[in-house]
């Protein structure tokens, strides 16, 4: 099941869903030493936060959904960076991919991340990828950035200005530290501290906006990756028994996942991947429970495959059990490698 994204070798296609099995550092260690082929830490901001009342995550007994309004509780992000550095031996033993989610409540919070981030070049050691999520549907008087068409080209103008900036400030400084004279070095601290950018994307439900996005998206050749999708914003679930909503934050409105959200991901996946071609991978998320599911999301485009609600459902388990059943779906089709049919869906 060997996958490469970019410089990176991973044992599998599978990471984490945001937000799941994540936040406190005994989850990340559950992940850890699982089989999962990559890591993503719970979104965070510059300082923890407590999130929203609880109940704020509920399942139906039918497992078709989970609704969640978690609010962003987080430990701040130098607990993340911490534990990627504490967990370097373990974590690169297991040849895991390393990634690092980013939710400022504001621009400058995300640019204050970054910073903290780069003031220290040994953060950049220990992660491989920082994702910025323009996605979080549950903070209270916020909208979703990925939904922004007027602001998010400026906004992402901002973003990749700030971290290349700081890859340019820091490349200066490493090589000054260096034997002098050397034309190689400048590579080798390239591929030691650059790490890959990614955007977590809401999901998209009209053909001119996967447009108007791709062409944005387009602009920043910084970019190495999306994520997408994010859970579908503002639900509503009722309870019928008790004639309530299910969870406390923004009177019962939460993210959606899970399996009735599915087919919203493979065609968020597909288009952006006919959309930016080679130039952008893709992780998809959305609705994975089963070997059958990973298999769509590659044939749909995807490189790497996020599982979410399945996790929150089953428990790290469910890893072992979704890469037997694409081995088993595999071999059945005669394809030894997962290249062998990414993005190749047909059509009618
Ligand atoms: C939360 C939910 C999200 O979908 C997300 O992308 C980030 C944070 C949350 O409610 O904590």
Redesign the pocket.
Known sequence: MDTTFYHLNLINPLINA??VKCMQSSQLDELTSCNIGSIVTK?CTPLQRQ?NSEPRYYEPKNHLLTI??????NEGVQYYLDYYKKNSASLQLSCKGRFLSL?GLSINENLNMLDIIYQNPENLTHLDAIEV?L????IVGKSQLGYDFQNLESYLRIIFTKIETLEETLLVDMIKNLEPGKPELKEKVDTKYKVLIGC?LPPYFDMCHFQVIADILSKFPRLDYINCI??IGNGLVIDSNTEKVVIKPKNGFG?LGGKVIKPTALANVHQFYRLLGDKVKIIGCGGVSNGDDLFQMILAGATLVAVGSQMMIKGVKCIDKILRELEDIMKKKGYSTLDDFRGKLQYL
């Open positions: 945001s937000g979104t999130g969640n309004s978690m609010g962003l509780p939710g999520n996605s979080c549907p549950n977590k994010n859970s993210g």
